[in-house]
């Protein structure tokens, strides 16, 4: 393990190399923003380069430090740009990725199965800015609640936008059932207000 | 129960909800498992958060966490302010230690805009982020202890906070929502006498700390509740993106201060304690030794201190001097200018990371040019130590949750932004 950070430029030439074998000059595209590394990658190729990344000898990133997005409106050709944070412990590197999602059906593969990490990290950018991850085992809202109308951080999403009101959330069961994937905890809950059980009149 | 018949239990306003079912019609009571959800306002969870914890006698055998409930929307109003103006916002995060928030924002800013602090700005960012690092640890330390029983711990933890807390009001003027990062700088000069102050405080600090240290480390209930509780290798917490004591409790030496070294860290001699198993226990350790390693970092800062101005002489990015402002016209204009429109980095994007009380603080500043952040994201650190909890929780006993949140330490404001 190294205990200062290797210049930048030898992480450029080993991640050229590395990605050199699976990936054409044009589609890495590298650059350099205020001392730190980008690496631009089509949206169809982001799984294999993480992947390349995270298990590559050379290269090592094995931590995710950060996935979000940015939001560029009619800017830019694609709407969106999911941003990921690499963090190599073994050659204390940091790598910028990013992919640009159109806005049609914004969809891109989760890296869920490479981090751990990722889980929440893709959570919140789906719930912020509806930017769906393929392949993510459990894709709900996270900050906000399941009834929230729109993704905040677009930039069409007002800044004092009203939501509807939503139903008060009475059964605990029902509302946990959800929470946990359980359908059939739902069932047993409406054969029991099905069999005229009073008790939630009653409060 | 055989008839498919629901138990439900309520205690009280943010108690227990229990709700026992049947797995399937016909099955006998031994094969129940039983539906527990802690939260958002229980008294052991010390910020909102909900748990749904599914058990199997104690044993959690699923959980799911649900945080979100103090978002604020902090990126989406970062995006309506100019950079100096968000400070306020940052102290919100971490209140504990909103100093690191502050100079986290600082630092990003200053990198978008390509410049440094002086020499003096940086070494009192150090000395009061240090100061700040250890009232949060103490926080996170006096509250788990408290949860397991050991109140007088509690107590000194909270009254050595008192002690640096003072000090921070010395400096900054305010307690918990300082706003005393500026672009390019800090607010305040230290005190004339803030020195002695600080030597007297430490003094104190110290003496707490020796008897807290008497009263949990070698106890042996504190141990049996803390050792080989919540464990994760090194594999599994580098996986889960985790950062800060939680990482290196699991043995994994990266600190953002010796790895990525801001404000002038490398000048500094300090030790990055690691844990060896990944427990509780080891993460309660870790933060031990980082209260001792933060005030060595304090003492070296304060005798070193250099001279200097505390914030970057340009008007375009700092408030020139009053007279300046009185009685020049070019003065009066950046000052007009500088409080209408803000700092105006170039185009462009900065990542940034400090080490926070809980792990690496990043901020992501999307520039357009103009005088707003045209998107800023915070990497906070609570949040992505929650994603961890489940896999933490599974197989611990129900009492285990207490600790292991405890350690977790996480800070609402800052998880749910």
């Known amino acids: 393990m190294v205990t200062s950070a290797r210049p930048i430029e030898e992480l450029r030439q080993v991640l050229a190399a590395a990605c050199g074998q699976r990936l054409s000059q044009a589609d890495l595209d590298l650059s350099t923003e205020r001392g730190d590394l980008v690496a631009r990658i089509k949206a169809a190729d982001i799984f294999e380069f993480l992947k390349l990344c995270k298990e590559s000898s050379d290269l090592c990133f094995n931590l995710l430090v950060d996935v979000t997005a940015v939001d560029w409106m009619d800017a830019r050709e694609h709407r969106f740009e999911v941003v990921y944070q690499l963090l190599s412990l073994t050659n204390l590197w940091r790598l910028t990725v990013k992919v640009s999602v159109g806005e049609g059906n914004p969809e891109i593969a989760s890296a869920t199965p490479l981090w751990n990490g990722a889980n929440f990290l893709e959570r919140e950018v789906w719930d912020m800015f509806g930017i769906r991850f393929v392949g993510h085992p459990d894709l709900r809202r996270i900050l906000m609640y399941e009834e929230f109308v729109g993704h905040p951080l677009r930039k069409d999403y007002p800044l004092q936008a009203k939501q509807p009101r939503i139903p008060l959330r009475m059964p605990e069961v029902e509302n946990t059932a959800r929470q946990m994937h359980r359908p059939d905890l739902v069932t047993i809950r409406s054969r029991r207000s099905g069999s005229g059980d009073t008790k939630q009149e009653a409060r | ?417």
């Not at chain 2, 107590?155 to 005393?180: C, H, K, N, P, Q």
């Not at chain 2, 690496?360 to 929650?386: C, N, Q, W």
């Open chain 2, 1 to 417: 129960m055989s008839d498919g018949k629901l138990l439900e239990i309520d205690v009280g306003v943010g108690g227990l909800t229990t709700s026992a079912r049947p797995r399937a019609l016909g099955d006998d009571l031994h094969s129940e498992t039983m539906i527990v959800s802690m939260g958002p306002t229980h008294p052991a969870t010390h910020g909102t958060i909900r748990i749904v914890t599914e058990l199997s006698g104690e044993k959690i055998v699923d959980a799911d966490v649900d945080v979100g409930y103090l978002h604020r929307g902090f990126e989406k109003m970062c995006e309506t302010v100019d950079y100096n103006q968000v400070m306020p916002y940052t102290d919100r995060l971490n209140y504990v230690s909103p100093v690191i928030n502050n100079f986290g924002w600082c630092l990003t800013v200053e990198k978008l805009l390509g410049i440094e602090a002086p020499k003096r700005a940086q070494y009192i960012r150090v000395l009061l982020s240090e100061i700040s690092r250890v009232s949060d640890h103490l926080t996170c330390l006096g509250a788990s202890a408290m949860e397991l029983g050991a109140f007088t711990v509690m107590l000194y933890m909270m009254e050595a906070r008192e002690f640096l807390w003072d000090l921070i009001e010395e400096v900054t003027g305010a307690r918990l929502t300082v706003s005393y990062g500026r672009v390019g700088g800090v607010k305040d000069d230290l005190t004339p006498d803030f020195a002695e102050k600080m030597a007297e405080a430490f003094k104190k600090v110290r003496a707490h700390l020796v008897n807290s240290d008497r009263l949990m480390t070698r106890n042996r209930i504190f141990i049996d509740r803390m050792c080989d509780i919540a464990v994760l290798t090194a594999e599994e917490a580098i996986s889960y993106s985790l950062t800060g004591p939680m990482l290196r409790g699991s043995g994994v030496n990266y600190d953002v201060r010796k790895a990525f070294p801001y404000s002038s860290y490398e000048e500094f001699e300090f030790e990055v304690p690691l844990g060896s198993k990944g427990d509780n226990y080891d993460r309660f350790l870790v933060r031990f030794a980082e209260m001792e390693q933060s005030l060595r970092i304090c003492e070296q800062a304060i005798t070193r201190l250099p001279q200097g101005p505390i914030i970057v002489e340009d008007p375009h990015i700092a408030l020139a001097p009053k007279d300046e402002v009185y009685n020049s016209i070019d003065g009066m204009i950046n000052h007009f200018e500088l409080v209408m429109y803000g700092v105006k980095p170039p185009k462009g994007e900065a990542y940034q990371a400090v080490e926070g009380g809980n792990g690496e603080l990043g901020y992501y500043v999307v520039s357009d040019g103009t005088g707003k952040p045209y998107r800023a994201h915070v990497r906070a650190p609570s949040f992505i130590h929650m994603g961890s909890m489940r896999k933490m929780l599974l197989g611990a006993n129900i009492s285990d949750l207490i600790p292991t949140f405890g350690m977790v330490n996480m800070i609402g404001g800052e998880c749910d932004r």
